[in-house]
């Protein structure tokens, strides 16, 4: 695999999941409720209200739906007091992982994602015990024929991006956290609603893993990826294709 294709096999790998998950829907009006309650209740304003919106409709929720889940944030009349929870470990083969957690009882979600570690050979650890191995950024999603790799490369850099990753399967354009929104709305101006926009947590460098291992690992990376209170999971593994064809099949 070349280099720089690593980050984007491994979101490649989380899409294909994230199609799978038929809880997709629960976990993002859980984010767009707390986007709207940490911050202003306009998405062009609010970056991390606006990345939400943009999954949002990625994964064709009806306006409404979205529309409720903001005004209940920015109201707060939800019920439930998610308080955001970030745990870090280790997964089998020494592959580092991140969990993002929105939930309404902290003791529940550590039990449930430290089980999750122990029973797939890996191990729970402390807070920032791995999240050295990674940088927090921004990532601007556009299809392949938006253009070609030269003209989106231009347009980024032009927009304040920091690098662009592109494949046949699209271009990845990545920023500094706080230049999401600056980034997205001038790329926006020229090529038109971008596929999607989220923060996310890059690799600095990557773990390889033979196939066994890879197995067992996407065994770990599913068990928490179905976890209701569980957002986000980040990990930096490197594995085969004909591994990585037999997690999304």
Known sequence: ??????????????????????????????????????????????PRLRAAVLAARDANMPKDTIDRAIKRGAGGEDGANY???????????????IVEALTDNRNRTAAEVRSAFTKHGGALGETNSVGFL??????VRYPAEAGDADTIFEMAVEAGADDVQSDDAGHEILCAP??????????EEKLGAAQGASFA????????????????????????EDNDDVQNVHANFEASEAAMSRADA
């Not at 706080?178 to 790329?187: F, K, M």
Request: proline letters at 5%; hydrophobic letters at 35%.
């Open 1 to 46: 695999m070349a280099g720089h294709s690593q980050f984007k096999n491994i979101m490649h790998r989380k899409g294909a999941q994230d199609k799978k998950r038929g809880k997709i829907f629960t976990k993002i009006i859980r984010e767009l409720t707390v986007a709207a309650r940490s911050g202003l209740p306009d998405p062009a304003a609010n």
């Open 83 to 97: 308080e955001e929870v970030r745990y870090e470990g280790y997964g089998p083969g020494g592959v580092a992982v």
């Open 134 to 139: 990674f940088d927090r950024l921004g990532s």
């Open 178 to 187: 706080e230049s999401l929104n600056q980034v997205r709305e001038a790329l």
């Open 201 to 224: 947590w890059r690799p600095r460098t990557v773990t390889p893993v033979d196939d066994d291992t890879a197995e067992t690992l996407f065994k770990l990376l599913d068990t928490l």
